[in-house]
């Protein structure tokens, strides 16, 4: 499994660097809090859309079977990308609220814990300011866990992101 999560991380910052070195775009890195904590990058590849990654701790509990398994206070490393889709005229406003969705894929792992896979949907609603280079979001991200087993499960997160 140690090795699938390299070689997925690996071709995520493949993506990374490709679509800077394509697109020109803006690159924005910050922090969410909820589940997962930890650090938040958003890379924009066309005014629409852009590619959303997070990593982080996660203290949740992971769906393991018929019962919604929780850890004992430990926490696992989180790592997920996912690609958006923006909304920014489905909130009239002076300032820009863009609605967004998109899917994407998480890798949880710990010492003492297996590690877990899953798809994720994401739902979300950012302020993105006229006059500051930072947005601040919020979403919601259902995802069906596909390893060690199947289940559902739902996350959260707030947070912010500086544009460079």
């Not at 969410?32 to 066309?46: D, R, V």
């Not at 629409?48 to 929780?70: E, K, P, Q, T």
């Not at 005229?89 to 003492?112: H, K, V």
């Not at 877990?116 to 994401?122: D, E, P, Y």
Request: charged share 10%; aromatic share 14%.
């Amino acid at each position: 499994m140690k090795h699938i999560s390299l070689i997925i991380i690996a071709l995520c910052l493949m993506v990374v660097v490709q679509g800077v070195l394509a697109q020109q775009r803006n690159f924005g890195l910050g922090v969410i809090i909820g589940e997962p904590t930890g650090i938040s990058a958003k890379l924009w590849t066309s005014p629409v859309n852009a590619f959303d990654f997070g990593l982080g701790w996660s203290m949740g509990g992971d769906r393991i079977g018929n019962y919604m398994g929780y850890y004992n206070g430990g926490s696992r490393v989180h790592f997920h990308m996912d690609y958006l889709w923006h909304w920014f005229d489905a909130i009239q406003s002076n300032e820009r609220f863009p609605l967004y969705a998109g899917i994407g894929g998480s890798l949880n792992t710990g010492a003492g814990y297996d590690a877990s896979a899953a798809i994720r949907g994401v739902f979300g609603i950012a302020w993105m300011p006229h006059r500051a280079p930072i947005d601040v979001f919020l979403e919601l991200v259902p995802s069906l866990q596909v390893v060690p087993s199947t289940g559902f499960g739902m996350d959260a997160g707030l947070g912010a992101r500086f544009y460079f």
